[in-house]
DNA sequence: TTTCAAAGGGTATACGTTTTCAACAATTAT
DNA sequence: ATAATTGTTGAAAACGTATACCCTTTGAAA
């Protein structure tokens, strides 16, 4: 592959000249430019990112580090950062993580051997500390769905509390006074904190929420039926079931559906994360907007422009509200 | 941060013997390499692998090219790329092309900036004579998704007339002698091809297909749905409908269902893919499933391989062939 | 004792860029 | 006419790493 110095003889004129050209520099005679221009043109010349890389410590590039591709919701993140490197010619390094400690950190270090300025992660499995030394290390260093409060600023996070609570209010202000919740079994912050906001709600009206009445499980479709069936054999009676996200809603109403019992006639169901699969399943689900490609999008934009050298505001945090997306899932009792 | 000369400097050694630990290379002393590695550590250091690919003109590092990452089926794709280069500790170059022929390019241009040897490409967009060329230039040159007769050793791809066959086959054994088909207004290979296969079927068994019994449309959920709406509205008869992708089915029975008509009852879907969606509509999908994952792991591997200096066989591909997987959208007439 | 090989380690160059500094030519001001 | 300025170009150093080649030491074989 053709270099700047074939450039450069090719054209007899010095490194530092087709440089210039390259990189729109400011000092080189019109003529001259187009003849270098052409050669270029010619001898299909590309840059080396990497050399390019290494002279200037800019990369040009910025680092994705989520749990898995497969996951819609991954996806609907990876595509808003992606809509905005696009925008800024800035290619994405990605890494999956898999929400392994030890995977998550191989590579958010891969992408660090990388040299990127610029990183939006996606980490539940690391501490807090490890990640805040990440971020002295890393100027665009941006996390998405989680909160640390010694670097809000470098934080793109959903109010889960608020929207548990948003979620059983709105189950309750349709009549009913007995929910259920299926939860997710990973130990994490999300499924706690949503659970903490159901648990203010229902509180909050008087009601009460027995531990009989929630089911942890693997937070996918085959987690939701199995969750559902549990909760169906205990003999519990409820009008409506709270679900830790729409797969494992999706799985509830599959499960209720095979025992005979209408949705949302006999029981309603409410999701969480409104991704595809909300509009595609039967009923259509009622469900919480959790609006990550935006947020991806806004992680992305922070990221590049702390990486571009812009300090980060003190006392600034990035913090979303999930609204509630009616559909078909849930009636009133 | 630290450099080789640092530890170099720190160890009291020189640069030769310092790269030759990182490297495990074997001219170095037992206790000069722990005294080294423990410097290492100590000082955090981390390669610089912008470096390391211009000296040694190898990237560790594989350039991805999809349409959309929002699109499942690409989420898959993505997916499946991702599994091998984990397993080999290789960073992924991830470009979305959108399906334009501009953006197509450009992600392939920015991915050779790069130098990456090895490429998985899905591309609908350019020309064959460009993606040979393309070949050419690098070794680990893989298409996903596209068969070019010039380069077949680098193509893994799926044999759509074939799937189209099958489908209509598989409706036309339930005792279905009125097919509709909803297909994708997008003049690419792949709906053309496995409507090729689903007329193949039809002729064979002395059936027709008129075109008025064909719709096109975009190939998404509302595409779906506005085909079927066109097929209602023309009062043909069917008892049957093969739709060009999940999406599209999806899409269908949701308008077959809002008119009154039940689903598989009276009108039978299948979808083609299986993705994830297929699932988790209702009633749940038959469709042909479409191993995009392995597939993509395949063309991983190999971009792998031949990127390591391993040259592709002459007169070999990559062809898959879909299997039905049936659910519950269609019944015997 | 001499000779030699092997092991351990260092020097210097190359990879492809960007950028600073200095030099030169041409133009304008004095 | 000379001095000052502007515009255009080149030489060289630097970025961080890998590696070919050379040097020294050591111990064993002759």
New interface residues.
């Given amino acids: 592959?053709a270099t700047i110095k074939d450039i450069a003889q090719a054209a007899g004129v010095s490194l530092a000249t087709v440089s210039r050209v390259i990189n729109d520099g400011p000092k080189v005679g019109s003529d001259t430019r187009k003849r270098v221009k052409k050669i270029m043109e010619e001898m299909g010349y590309?840059?080396?990112?990497?050399?390019r890389?290494?002279v200037t410590k800019k990369?040009a590039?910025l680092g994705v580090v989520i749990a898995?591709?497969?996951?819609?919701f991954?996806?609907?993140l990876?595509?808003g950062v992606?809509s905005v490197t696009?925008k800024n010619?800035v290619?994405?390094?990605?890494?999956?993580g898999s929400i392994e400690k030890e995977?998550e950190l191989r590579a958010i270090?891969?992408?660090?051997?990388?040299?990127v300025e610029a990183m939006v992660v996606h980490s539940k499995a690391l501490d807090d500390k490890t990640l805040v030394e990440f971020s002295k290390?890393v100027p665009g260093f941006v996390l998405i769905n989680r909160y640390i409060p010694e670097i809000a600023n470098r934080c793109v996070w959903l109010d889960n509390v608020t929207g548990g609570r948003l979620m059983a209010e709105y189950a309750i202000n349709q009549g009913h006074e007995h929910v259920a919740v299926i939860s997710s079994q990973y130990r994490i912050d999300d499924p706690n904190q949503r659970l903490e906001g159901v648990r203010t709600a229902i509180k909050h009206a008087n009601l009460v929420l027995p531990e009989s009445m929630i089911e942890y499980a693997t937070p996918d479709?085959e987690g939701g039926e199995l969750a559902m069936q549990n909760l169906l054999a205990t003999g519990a009676k409820f009008t409506a079931v709270l679900a830790y996200n729409d797969a494992m809603a999706?799985g509830a109403m599959t499960m209720l559906?095979d025992h005979g019992i209408a949705v949302p006639e006999q029981v309603s169901v409410m999701g969480y994360d409104d991704v595809?699969?909300a509009?595609?399943?039967?009923p259509k689900l009622t469900t919480l907007r959790y609006p990550v490609?935006m947020m991806a999008s806004k992680a992305a934009e922070l990221a590049l422009k702390y990486a571009s050298g812009k300090k980060p505001e003190e006392g600034l945090t990035f913090k979303y509200t999930p609204t509630i997306i009616k559909r078909d899932s849930i009636v009133r009792v």
Wanted: some cysteine.
């Fill in positions: 592959m590309r840059p080396n990112a990497n050399a890389a290494l990369s590039s898995e591709l497969h996951d819609p991954f996806a609907m990876a595509h992606e696009r010619n290619q994405i390094l990605l890494s999956a995977t270090e891969t992408l660090l051997e990388h040299r290390q479709q999706s559906q595809l699969l509009k595609y399943c039967r490609e």
